[in-house]
Nanobody, 120 residues
């Protein structure tokens, strides 16, 4: 059984930083393409950043230059470094991952979500 675990959310002042992580646990399981999404109250879930298995990245225009997505394949973990945070970044952040098992595609998973609140 695979577990996809997110952590790193919290309360931060405008201009501050947070780092989210998304890790896959379980024997033989790994991460392929991963995306970070967010959903603010009353709004649709939106893609914030994505990273392929090869390390190619893409970002929403609203976070370009402030957020960085990266991965550590040895740790089966993808990170989202968020700098210069703004109140409008407040949302629940979700990790979505294509999971592999013994190198082959297994299935797509959503993480449980982690709250990010940017407020003074």
């Amino acid at each position: 059984q695979v577990q996809l675990v997110e952590c790193g959310g919290g309360l931060v002042q405008p201009g501050g930083s947070l780092r989210l992580s998304c890790a896959a646990y379980g024997s033989g399981f790994g991460l392929n393409a991963v995306g970070w999404y967010r959903q603010a109250p009353g709004k649709q879930r939106e893609l914030v950043a994505g990273i392929t298995s090869g390390g190619s990245t893409n970002y929403a225009d609203s976070v370009k230059g402030r957020f960085t997505i990266s991965r550590d394949n040895a740790k089966n973990t993808v990170y989202l470094q968020m700098n210069s945070l703004k109140p409008e970044d407040t949302a629940v952040y979700y990790c979505n991952a294509d999971i592999t098992r013994w190198g082959a595609h297994y299935r797509n998973y959503w993480g449980q979500g982690t709250q990010v609140t940017v407020s003074s």
